[in-house]
Protein backbone atom coordinates (compact mmCIF):
# COMPACT_ATOMS: atom_id res chain seq x y z
CA UNK A 1 0.00 0.00 0.00
CA UNK A 2 0.96 3.53 -0.65
CA UNK A 3 -0.45 6.57 1.02
CA UNK A 4 -0.33 10.15 0.19
CA UNK A 5 -0.90 12.25 3.08
CA UNK A 6 -1.71 16.41 2.11
CA UNK A 7 -2.07 18.56 4.75
CA UNK A 8 -2.84 22.79 4.42
CA UNK A 9 -1.01 24.73 7.11
CA UNK A 10 -2.59 26.83 9.36
CA UNK A 11 -2.77 30.68 8.28
CA UNK A 12 -5.08 33.55 8.62
CA UNK A 13 -5.43 33.66 5.31
CA UNK A 14 -9.54 32.03 4.03
CA UNK A 15 -8.75 31.91 0.52
CA UNK A 16 -6.15 29.02 0.93
CA UNK A 17 -8.81 26.97 2.99
CA UNK A 18 -10.90 28.00 0.22
CA UNK A 19 -8.09 27.00 -2.65
CA UNK A 20 -7.50 23.47 -1.00
CA UNK A 21 -11.42 23.09 -0.75
CA UNK A 22 -11.88 23.88 -3.85
CA UNK A 23 -9.45 23.04 -5.94
CA UNK A 24 -6.30 20.95 -4.75
CA UNK A 25 -9.59 18.32 -3.28
CA UNK A 26 -11.20 18.17 -6.46
CA UNK A 27 -7.59 17.43 -8.63
CA UNK A 28 -7.06 15.02 -5.94
CA UNK A 29 -9.88 13.10 -6.40
CA UNK A 30 -9.92 13.50 -10.39
CA UNK A 31 -6.70 11.66 -10.31
CA UNK A 32 -7.59 8.69 -7.94
CA UNK A 33 -11.10 8.60 -9.19
CA UNK A 34 -13.16 9.40 -6.04
CA UNK A 35 -15.01 11.56 -4.29
CA UNK A 36 -11.96 13.48 -1.18
CA UNK A 37 -12.99 15.35 1.30
CA UNK A 38 -11.14 16.66 3.93
CA UNK A 39 -10.99 16.74 7.75
CA UNK A 40 -10.07 19.04 10.41
CA UNK A 41 -6.82 18.87 12.28
CA UNK A 42 -7.66 19.36 15.80
CA UNK A 43 -4.13 19.23 17.06
CA UNK A 44 -0.46 18.62 16.51
CA UNK A 45 0.87 20.06 19.90
CA UNK A 46 4.71 18.51 19.13
CA UNK A 47 4.91 20.11 15.87
CA UNK A 48 6.40 23.73 15.10
CA UNK A 49 4.06 23.67 11.74
CA UNK A 50 0.43 24.22 12.45
CA UNK A 51 -2.14 22.45 10.37
CA UNK A 52 -5.77 22.81 9.42
CA UNK A 53 -7.11 20.96 7.18
CA UNK A 54 -5.90 17.26 6.09
CA UNK A 55 -6.82 14.24 3.17
CA UNK A 56 -5.29 11.03 2.66
CA UNK A 57 -5.29 8.71 -0.88
CA UNK A 58 -3.78 5.05 -0.97
CA UNK A 59 -3.43 3.36 -3.80
CA UNK A 60 -1.92 -0.56 -3.98
CA UNK A 61 1.62 0.95 -4.41
CA UNK A 62 4.10 3.59 -5.53
CA UNK A 63 4.38 2.41 -9.28
CA UNK A 64 0.41 3.08 -9.45
CA UNK A 65 0.68 6.32 -8.13
CA UNK A 66 3.28 7.44 -10.37
CA UNK A 67 1.45 6.43 -13.15
CA UNK A 68 -1.48 8.08 -11.98
CA UNK A 69 0.60 11.41 -11.33
CA UNK A 70 1.42 11.26 -15.56
CA UNK A 71 -2.27 11.28 -16.32
CA UNK A 72 -3.70 14.48 -17.13
CA UNK A 73 -5.63 14.63 -14.10
CA UNK A 74 -2.41 14.17 -12.34
CA UNK A 75 -0.78 16.89 -14.56
CA UNK A 76 -2.90 19.36 -13.01
CA UNK A 77 -2.70 18.26 -9.59
CA UNK A 78 1.18 18.71 -9.85
CA UNK A 79 0.82 22.18 -11.33
CA UNK A 80 -1.61 22.94 -8.58
CA UNK A 81 0.69 21.94 -5.65
CA UNK A 82 3.57 23.61 -7.33
CA UNK A 83 1.59 27.03 -7.66
CA UNK A 84 0.50 26.41 -3.96
CA UNK A 85 3.75 24.56 -2.40
CA UNK A 86 4.57 26.88 0.36
CA UNK A 87 0.88 26.27 2.06
CA UNK A 88 0.69 22.38 1.86
CA UNK A 89 3.09 20.06 3.28
CA UNK A 90 2.68 16.43 1.46
CA UNK A 91 4.21 13.19 3.04
CA UNK A 92 4.20 9.79 0.83
CA UNK A 93 3.97 6.24 3.05
CA UNK A 94 5.12 3.22 1.32
CA UNK A 95 3.76 0.27 2.88
CA UNK A 96 5.62 -2.03 0.65
CA UNK A 97 9.38 -0.81 1.46
CA UNK A 98 11.09 -3.99 3.77
CA UNK A 99 11.89 -2.40 7.14
Do not use: R
Amino acid sequence: MYKALFFLHKTNEENFEEHFKQFTLKYIGEVIGEKIIAGKVESNLLLEQKYNLFCEVSVENKDEWDKLMNSPAGKKLNEDLSDFHQFITVIFINYDEKL
